[in-house]
């Protein structure tokens, strides 16, 4: 038991400490009131001084950007001065953040990039974004000619929302390369078979993160949901949430194939050494390409620094800022057809001499997200 | 003595003209604080439970959420699943527990404050480190154990352990906070039992065993009372071991239910994961009087006026519950430690297959990362004023509800309880929405200090109970005496049960820092990138696929260090053993 003369020693000691440690906090700095935009007229240098005003760029990512992008975002802020305040995390937690904030009439956030499936069931129809085109004002970027097929790419059904500035192929399967040949899985319709019973495992189909690729096999005109209701009723399929967990139960041959992969979990198990590969396809049901969770661009409404943000949509659409982008994210393709692709990894860049289905860009694809998601959840018993 | 006592508990109903009894004024104060920082955000996830509106329409209220949540498929299974698992590592930890708070308080053994510092260490592990290095070890195929038991053996040919069952999920949580977090809080009730009843019994013909069993164990009903009723409440919110062990073999349980409707749908039902969390609370409701029933009804004191210190002396038997700590605590601190430092040096943890086995490329990522060195100060920051804060707050609660007669003090209980009953992924919902609506709130929103508040917070249910333990276990006399000399309760509090439950206070402050820098879901969604702190930035890592597991690694081992650094300094510089020291 300790006197109370050493009791007042150990409080005069920790209300020291106390005082140590609150005099060395820096201070939080208030947020920044909007300002109307400048340089409507397509002024960039007078953009550039009301955006160094504002000083600073807020931007939400989900998962996929904030471990894709956030090597490209120091580029922006080395040269206009601006510091990129990067909000990283899961899209769903972002999301319930900025959506609780702007329902306080609290206004943080300036940009967001992330999954299409957060976008469409949640920002979108509490009308958090406002048209990003109307942003548009160097030259390069209002060129249509510059971007695939000579037009923009919209992941919003409304196609003024929702930029998507890269697409690439992305793998559905992944697999065991000492346990499955590459050409045992030719079609879709190859995983039905009984001799895969019990060996698949597979992200969570109604994740944050996964619903994309869902929703390519719901939507697919010779696959839908009987395919989907098949997969996972009848081949005993394993669902897990974490990417990791799954590409190394493949590793170790405890599951042959791993389904809705994202990232670069698979590949960089495999540049390790692993016994793993992805499968880009083409299969007999077509190819596809996808913006995945870090190739759209969305500018909220009310953002906390216009100017800025305006700034940085010019600047991040443009062949510099693209290159950047690439180069931080190699397994992400530019949807900019004027710059150079040697950064991105072979394995996901697009061919010009395949036909992809890009579904993230049609809307009525989009807007169906919320029924897969509803089917999905039936199928899985939940 | 029985006069003084009736005098000091009837005085505060007695009102001199002027000066209201300080319980008047105390407790609808502490009552109106804490309650609104508690219930207010909980009122606001019950509330918003019930609206069934869609996503941008006005709010619309029904039972819809409530109807969908209990009618899943596999709730019934999930919880009976729950109970199963409970009810399994409860019977085998908690004895355990007890035997080892016991014998590390009780007997005269060789480096007791050594061992017992040790459960500390395992207590500061997270319990995704301790589970991942089981996995590693015990994975039927490729665990590491199996693999060599398998060459030494060669008769043996799969197997022979296997993680990914029933026992092995009991085993994880064995081997995470069960036994490590109940040792820690009962070893220093063991230690403040006054031993002249102990002799007594032996005087009296009674073993060591009969002796623990029908004197000291009674005694002892309080602190474990509380520590089975702060598992009960959890019981509902145990998530990683589940999670990582249990969903290979489709072995769900009430809390991954929940997780998934709060975390793994797009978008999130966060409707009915409310829905299914309120069982906790129904589980409160029936706790909270019990637990009042059982503690009012024995004779709890252990430490009066004549404290006679003393210990159990074995003489070379005491090598035998000595080395069966020892092993207990290889298990609960070595394979983890051992797993998260190896690891953190492997291109890929737990993949010795590779061509290239280990690297620093991992270590020198997190090292050189500004993010790291904010996040350091914010962490230290955060865990520092959080260890400070919490323990005179949460011991002058705990003093109000056991040592005055004050009128609330149920209400106030309950409210401390409740807190309990909501899992961190949707407490912090409630919390930020408390923080945006709450004017006065609103300018510490964004700020470490909004952090502070809720990591504060967090840790109140344990913190206040161990407190109550702790009081209990003290006479009245103590408490009358110091009124009879004219002492009021505030001056009775800091001069009389300050200086004794201090080595308490000094385990409650450690907790808290501990608590503080591992929180995660409770404050994720009020963390921004200026206060973001190393258990957040862990998270991210972990959570983002490719290889940066072991980073996050790295950054578990670097809160561990900064936690065991400050409980060894708190060692050394106040030189306190948790609890009364018996020479």
Aim: include cysteine; charged fraction near 15%; glycine fraction near 8%.
């Amino acid at each position: 038991m300790l006197h109370p003369g050493q009791v007042l020693r150990l409080l005069h000691v920790l209300i020291a400490l106390l005082v140590a440690i609150t005099a060395c906090t820096p201070q939080a700095s208030a947020p920044t009131p909007a300002a109307a935009p400048a340089a409507s007229g397509g002024d960039f240098d007078q953009l550039v001084q009301a955006a160094k005003k504002e000083g600073e760029l807020v931007i939400f990512l989900g998962r996929a950007g904030s471990r894709q992008l956030r090597d490209a975002f120091p580029a922006f802020q080395q040269k206009f001065g601006i510091k990129v305040t990067q909000v990283a995390g899961s899209g769903t937690e972002n999301a319930d953040k900025v959506l609780a904030e702007r329902d306080t009439g609290v206004y943080t956030a300036d940009l967001w990039m992330g999954g299409l499936t957060t976008i469409n069931t949640r920002l979108l129809p509490k009308k958090a974004f406002d048209p990003i085109e109307s942003l548009f004002i160097l030259a390069e970027v209002k060129d249509k000619a510059a971007w695939m097929k000579g037009q923009y790419w919209w992941g919003d059904p409304d196609k003024q929302y929702t930029f998507l500035f890269s697409a690439s192929p992305s793998p559905l399967i992944s697999y065991n390369s000492n346990l499955v040949k590459p050409d045992e899985i030719a079609s879709f319709y190859d995983l039905l078979d009984p001799k895969w019973k019990g060996k698949i495992v597979s992200r969570d189909p109604t994740a944050a993160g996964t619903g994309g690729n869902t929703v390519y096999f719901y939507s697919h005109p010779q696959l839908g949901k009987e395919f989907l209701r098949r997969l996972f009723t009848e081949q005993d399929v394993t669902v897990v949430d974490d990417a990791r967990q799954a590409t190394e139960w493949l590793a170790l041959g405890k599951y042959s194939l791993y389904l809705l992969g994202s990232g670069s979990d698979v590949s960089d198990a495999q540049d390790q050494g692993l016994p793993v590969k992805d499968n880009y396809g083409p299969f007999k049901e077509g190819a596809r390409i996808t913006a995945g969770g870090a190739g759209s661009l969305s500018v909220f409404n009310k953002a906390a620094h216009p100017n800025a943000s305006k700034l940085f949509v010019n600047w991040w659409l443009s062949k510099e800022g693209q290159i950047v982008a690439q180069k931080a994210d190699p397994l992400d393709q530019s949807l900019r057809i004027d710059i150079p692709n040697d950064h991105v990894t072979p394995a996901t860049r697009r061919s010009p001499t395949v036909e992809y289905s890009f579904l993230d860009a049609q809307p009525e694809i989009v807007s169906s997200e919320g029924d897969m998601l509803a089917f999905m959840k039936q199928v899985l018993g939940r | 003595m029985a006069a003084v006592q009736t005098a000091s508990l009837t005085a505060p109903h007695t009102w001199r003209l002027g000066r209201p009894p300080a319980g008047a004024i105390v407790m609808p104060i502490v009552i109106v604080v804490l309650g609104f920082y508690v219930v207010y955000p909980l009122a606001l996830i019950l509330l918003n439970s019930f609206n069934v509106a869609r996503i941008a329409e006005p709010a619309r209220y029904g039972l819809e959420n409530w109807m969908a949540a209990f009618s899943q498929p596999r709730l019934l299974q999930s919880l009976a699943n729950t109970i199963l698992v409970y009810a399994l590592y409860t019977s085998i930890g908690f004895p355990i527990a007890v035997f080892i708070a016991w014998a590390l308080a009780r007997i005269r053994m060789p480096f007791a404050a050594g061992l017992e510092f040790l459960f500390w260490v395992s207590f500061m592990l997270p319990s995704l480190f301790t589970t991942i290095g089981w996995m590693m070890l015990l994975d039927p195929d490729l665990g590491l154990l199996n693999v060599a038991i398998r060459r030494a053996l060669p008769f043996i040919t799969q197997g022979p352990f296997n993680i990914f069952t029933v026992s092995g999920i009991v085993w994880a949580h064995l081997m995470g906070t069960v036994i490590s977090s109940a040792v820690m809080l009962l070893t220093p009730a063991f230690r403040n039992m006054d031993s002249s009843y102990e002799e007594a019994s032996r005087a009296s013909g009674a073993s060591n065993i009969g002796t623990l069993v029908r004197i000291t164990l009674p005694l002892m009903i309080p602190p474990l009372t509380i520590v089975v009723m702060l598992n009960i409440v959890r019981m509902f919110q145990s998530f990683e071991v589940e999670q990582l062990v249990g969903t290979p073999i489709k072995f769900y349980v009430y809390s991954t239910q929940i997780y998934q409707l709060a975390r793994a749908s797009e978008p999130p039902q966060y409707g009915q994961a409310t829905a299914l969390a309120s069982l906790t609370l129904l589980v409160i409701v029936i706790l909270i009087p019990l637990q009042r029933w059982l503690l009012s009804r024995r004779q709890v004191t252990t430490v009066s006026g004549r404290f006679h210190p003393g210990l159990i002396e074995l003489g070379r038997w005491r090598w035998l519950p000595f080395g069966l700590i020892v092993f207990v605590l290889v298990l609960l601190n070595v394979v983890p430690l051992a797993t998260v430092i190896l690891g953190s040096f492997m291109t890929r943890a737990g993949f010795f297959q590779l061509a290239q086995v280990f690297t620093m490329k991992h270590w020198l990522n997190v090292l050189m990362d500004n993010q790291f060195r904010s996040a350091l100060f914010n962490t230290v920051l955060l865990s520092s004023v959080t260890a400070v804060i919490s323990p005179f707050l949460f011991s002058f609660i705990a003093y109000v509800l056991v040592r005055t007669r004050w009128r609330g003090r149920m209400l106030l209980d309950s409210i401390v309880w409740s807190s309990g009953a909501v899992p961190g992924i949707l407490a912090s919902l409630g919390l930020l929405w408390m923080f945006l609506s709450t004017p006065f709130l609103r300018p510490i929103y964004g700020t470490i200090w909004a952090l502070v508040l809720v990591a504060v917070l967090q840790g109140k249910l344990t913190g206040i109970q161990l407190s109550k333990g702790i009081f209990l276990q003290f006479g009245q006399e103590l408490e009358d005496a110091a009124r009879a000399s004219g002492g009021g309760w505030l001056s009775v509090y800091v001069r009389i049960w300050l200086p004794l439950i201090t080595p308490t206070l000094i385990l409650i402050g450690m907790m808290h820092f501990v608590i503080a820098a591992q929180s995660t879901s409770h404050i994720v969604l009020l963390a921004t990138r200026d206060t973001i702190t190393l258990s957040l930035l862990a998270l991210e890592l972990a959570s983002g696929g490719t290889t940066q597991r072991e980073e996050a690694g790295i950054i578990g081992l670097i809160l561990v260090l900064l936690t065991v650094g400050l409980a060894l300094v708190a060692r050394r510089v106040f030189g306190i053993n948790i609890g009364i020291r018996h020479q």
